[in-house]
Nanobody
């Protein structure tokens, strides 16, 4: 089970950190990712990290502003979001898979419930 948290209302230019804690399984050999879905839009890839290697990948829209990281002891993946923009407003979801390293929602087997991030201008 994945439990996302940390969302809320912030102003443009602010920073926010999302957390996704896993229970019932250790993420040490998984790939975890963050996706987001804005109203009326499809869910889109944001970032992912391979736990075993630390290799990361980002969507062009967030590269340089967002950082994904993992904590083995806490079995938690984070998304540090800096320089937030109104267009970052969405429900953010964490996802995990044993081996998939792509950007498609269909490739991830496990999903958290989502946390709302709202960025005001």
């Amino acid at each position: 089970q994945l439990q996302a948290s940390g969302g809320g209302l912030v102003q443009a230019g602010d920073s926010q950190r999302l957390s996704c804690a896993a229970s019932g399984r250790r993420l040490g050999t998984y790939v975890t990712a963050w996706f987001r879905q804005a109203p009326g839009k499809e869910r889109e890839f944001v970032a992912r990290i391979q736990w075993s290697t630390g290799i990361t990948s980002y969507a062009n829209s967030v590269a340089g502003r967002f950082t994904i990281s993992r904590d083995f002891a806490r079995n938690t993946v984070y998304l540090q979001m800096n320089s937030l923009k109104p267009e970052d407003t969405a429900v953010y979801y964490c996802a995990a898979d044993h081996s998939y390293t792509g950007r498609s929602t269909g490739g991830y087997d496990y999903w958290g419930q989502g946390t709302q991030v709202t960025v005001s201008s």
